[in-house]
């Protein structure tokens, strides 16, 4: 037996770990006191973020990219897999390895679970609705997807994960589910990732234009992590949820200038708001119905987002 079979605690293989959300499930799930095997090959993510886990014992760091062939590690009780590039311009940079993270990465680690008997969480997001003609959107739409777009390297590698989840669950018993994330912001994200949080913050605090894409009419809901991280737990933990999709994001929603608007009073700026062109296939609005994370989890978002702002710009700040 070894010392993890000896130790009881449930061992848990996070993907993307150094990531921004990554780094907090890692965090929270240390915090539960289980054991944490987290894999990030940091081409997005930072080890910086793991710097407070790195001091438990419980805790591990591979750097290792998921789609080549996983380590034996021993035995496994829970795999979340977050590992991808996920901000846009991100994934525009890499293109191919967030295709692959994605699809081959995603399938590598199916294949894992099934051999471990590990439960598995793949977490999917908004974009699998692309600009989408449902508002709010439920798990049941199926989406309005530009397939080779410039998006379509993240949008088209996660619906195809999806797939793949789906395929193991019902070919291979797999107790896997899948998560929608939705726009989610807070403490760790780059300040040069290129979304509209950590820009319009630290063009705020450094008194640069703050660039509003297009008109500023387009919406999003924004999830501040703590609450995201809550949902990941509950939907990989809670009972009856092999084989479910479920939205996790606050239903909250701004338009981009209102939100421009809002950073730029919190932090007291004398940054100028600007309009530039609006990306290519940008949605134009964006709103989980989260009914069914409400019902199936018991979950729903807690911190409003003028706290979760606050929370932010103070850790940017301290940059
Ligand atoms: N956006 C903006 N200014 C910025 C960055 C983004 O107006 O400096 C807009 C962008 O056009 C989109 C929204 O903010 O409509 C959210 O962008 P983000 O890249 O954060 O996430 P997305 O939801 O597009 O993946």
Same mark, same amino acid.
């Given at each position: 037996?070894?010392?993890?079979? &000896? ?79 996920? &901000?846009?311009?991100?994934? *525009? ?78 070919? *291979? ?6 998560? !929608? ?13 290129? !979304? ?9 605090? *450094? ?12 919406? !999003? ?5 703590? +609450? ?29 200038? +209102? ?17 530039? +062109? ?7 609005? !964006? ?14 978002? *807690? ?17």
């Amino acid at each position: 037996m070894n010392e993890l079979q &000896s130790s009881g605690k449930p061992v848990c293989v996070v993907t993307g770990a150094a990531g921004f959300i990554g780094s907090h499930v890692v965090d929270a799930l240390l915090k539960k006191g289980y054991k944490v095997f987290a894999l990030d090959n940091l081409l997005t993510g930072n080890e910086k973020n793991l710097t407070e886990a790195e001091k438990n014992p419980d805790f591990t760091f591979i750097n290792f990219d998921v789609t080549r062939e996983l380590p034996v590690l021993g035995p496994i009780n829970y795999i979340y897999h977050l590992a991808s590039p996920a &901000s846009v311009p991100d994934y *525009q940079k890499y293109p191919e390895e967030t295709a692959l993270v994605n699809t081959v990465g995603t399938r590598g680690l199916l294949k894992v679970a099934k051999a471990h008997n590990a439960k598995f969480l793949f977490t999917s997001t908004s974009e699998v609705y692309g600009d989408p003609k449902e508002h709010p959107q439920k798990e049941t739409y199926w989406g309005n997807v530009n397939p080779n777009g410039v998006r379509a390297c993240y949008d088209e590698a996660k619906r195809f994960g999806e797939m793949m989840t789906m395929l193991y669950v019902r070919n *291979q018993g797999v107790d896997a589910r899948i998560a !929608r994330i939705f726009n989610t912001y807070g403490p760790r994200m780059r300040p040069t990732d290129g !979304r509209v949080i950590s820009n319009f913050i630290n063009q705020a605090i *450094q008194s640069k234009p703050m660039t509003v894409y297009g008109d500023g009419m387009q919406t !999003r809901s924004l999830c501040f992590v703590s +609450d995201m991280v809550s949902g990941l737990i509950a939907l990989m933990e809670s009972e009856k949820t092999k084989g479910e999709v479920v939205n996790l994001g606050n239903p909250e929603e701004y338009t981009m200038g +209102d939100l421009a608007a809002k950073i730029k009073m919190m932090t007291g700026s004398d940054s100028e708001i600007t309009h530039t +062109d609006l990306p290519p296939d940008d949605p134009t609005k !964006r709103r989980p119905d989260i009914t069914k994370a409400k019902t199936l989890l018991g979950w729903e978002p *807690q911190v409003r987002v003028e706290t979760g702002l606050t929370e932010t710009i103070a850790y940017y700040k301290t940059l």
